[in-house]
């Protein structure tokens, strides 16, 4: 067949063949101007030119070369017109399951994703990656957000990928976190053997709406509390040890928000005064503290400036060292002065108070809140609360009631179930990093001696995996 372009159908021709038309109140977004703008091109070159790009009888050829979408795309939407008619085609994807709302991370989800990474160094002797780990947290808890989430949710947790021989990365811990863990547990140890009573303090926030979630791993506690959304919120504190909470030591106030969780609401200021006026005087002497690392748990001594302080800061800083210096040094030079003359150690409030009274201090390894045996106590008081409250909205009193007697209920014997706890977690915790740090070192060695390209793509961490969040 010729292909000399013929001239056009007429109007009447059109309107025979009834063609459809969009509405004339309809908004073309720009992907439709863009092929629009390819047809009349493609239109205006045929008439010049004086004939067809394409024959008249590969109208799949014909529609890609116009619309400068692929032949698959074209054949995969005329097929699907077809078997269809009168259905427009849908945007591909459009019905995909998604993961809606914000990702819920307690301490049980990162036990299990620790674990889980644990188990494929000393059980399956293999590297973990992203795609291998994906499936196996949605079986555990759910896990349904995308390989790039996960990622993230990783880096959040402290764990770092390392770039290894033949482009092949290890998912590791990161070795701060893992060098404070076994630094913690010394200290644990240590105070232990000297016969030291270890007390453990911590902050919680409670609602008259809390739902009971996931169980610890552990058989010391039933459950650990959801997300509440009661208008009212109460911020509770308070300490423990073997023989019990310390009644005198507790801090009930109420929070300016219900939204998001209690860090939002301490801060500082009445972190330090109830510690100062409240928690101290009621310890006996020569105790060890234990606390987390919430910012406000970590307010600095007169802290060290940073470049990016003013210069008047830096210069009062260095003032008060009795370090040579003057208005008219550059930010660079006084900065150099700060790094030449700060000190080794970082020194907190909280610290030096409970020094000062013969108490030490010890903070738990960044992301190993499950180390303090106050995790445990709060999960039977939020799973007792919630078992008590019979209304879904409580009245101020009530709520301070309610909360006073689930504390009651949590028994020396419980406190003691929970500080042993901790003691058997520390000591699992010490002999498994040894074996994982032995599994990780053999691993090493073994894709170092490895060439192999398929194990390479295998173990990667999916970064070149383009389909990593259509899954």
């Given amino acids: 067949m010729s292909n000399e372009v013929h001239p056009g159908p007429s109007q009447a021709a059109l309107s025979i063949l009834s063609i459809p038309r969009m509405s004339r109140r309809c908004t073309l977004r720009g992907e439709a101007r863009r092929i629009i703008n390819n047809i009349v091109e493609c239109c205006e070159q045929e008439c ?161 709406n809390l739902a009971v979630g996931k169980c610890w791993p552990k058989n010391a506690a039933a459950g650990v509390a959801g997300w509440g959304t009661s208008s009212k919120r109460l911020i509770v504190g308070s300490v423990g040890s073997r023989k019990g909470f310390i009644r005198e030591a507790q801090l009930n106030f109420w929070a300016n928000s219900a939204k998001g969780d209690y860090h939002g609401q301490m801060t500082s200021e009445i972190f330090e005064k109830w510690f100062e006026t409240m928690v101290l005087p009621n310890l ?6 234990v606390i987390n690392n919430a910012p406000y748990h970590n307010r600095q001594v007169d802290k060290t400036p940073t470049c990016y302080h003013t210069k008047m800061r830096m210069l009062q800083w260095l003032q008060k060292r009795h370090v040579p210096c003057s208005e008219s040094m550059r930010k660079q030079v006084l900065f150099s002065l700060i790094q030449e003359h700060c000190p080794s150690e970082k020194s907190f409030v909280i610290d030096e108070m409970a020094k000062e009274k013969g108490h030490l201090v010890v903070r738990l390894p960044p992301h190993n809140c499950n180390l303090s045996a106050m995790e445990l106590a709060w999960a039977k008081v939020k799973r007792l609360f919630r078992e008590l409250s019979v209304t879904s909205d409580l009245l101020n009193d009530d709520l301070l009631q309610l909360v006073s007697e689930t504390l009651l209920l949590v028994t020396a014997d419980d406190w003691e179930g929970y500080c042993t706890n901790m003691q058997q977690l520390e000591e699992d915790y010490w002999r498994r990093d040894a074996v994982v740090e032995h599994a990780i070192e053999d691993i090493m060695i073994n894709t170092a001696e490895s060439d192999s390209s398929d194990d390479n793509k295998d173990l990667c961490t999916d970064d070149e995996y383009n389909e990593s969040d259509s899954d």
């Fill in 48 to 208: 010049e030119r004086k004939y067809l790009f394409q024959p008249l009888t590969q109208s799949a050829n014909r529609t890609a070369t116009y619309t400068g979408a692929s032949i698959s795309t074209v054949r995969r939407i005329r097929k699907f017109c077809i078997e269809n008619p009168g259905k427009l085609p849908e945007t591909p994807g459009k019905k995909r399951p998604k993961a809606t709302g914000r990702i819920q991370w307690n301490e049980f989800d990162r036990s299990v994703v620790k674990q889980t990474i644990e188990d494929f160094y000393l059980v399956q002797k293999i590297a973990p990656s992203l795609r291998k780990l994906r499936p196996i947290l949605k079986e555990k808890i759910g896990w349904t957000w995308s390989v790039t989430s996960l990622r993230n949710t990783l880096l959040s947790m402290g764990f770092i990928w390392k770039d290894r021989q033949y482009k092949r990365r290890l998912l590791l811990e990161r070795s701060d976190i893992a060098g404070w863990r076994s630094h913690f547990i010394v200290q644990m140890r240590h105070s232990r053997a000297a016969a030291k009573e270890i007390f453990y303090v911590d902050e919680t926030w409670i609602d008259s």
């Fill in 284 to 289: 006996p002497p020569n105790a060890v503290i």
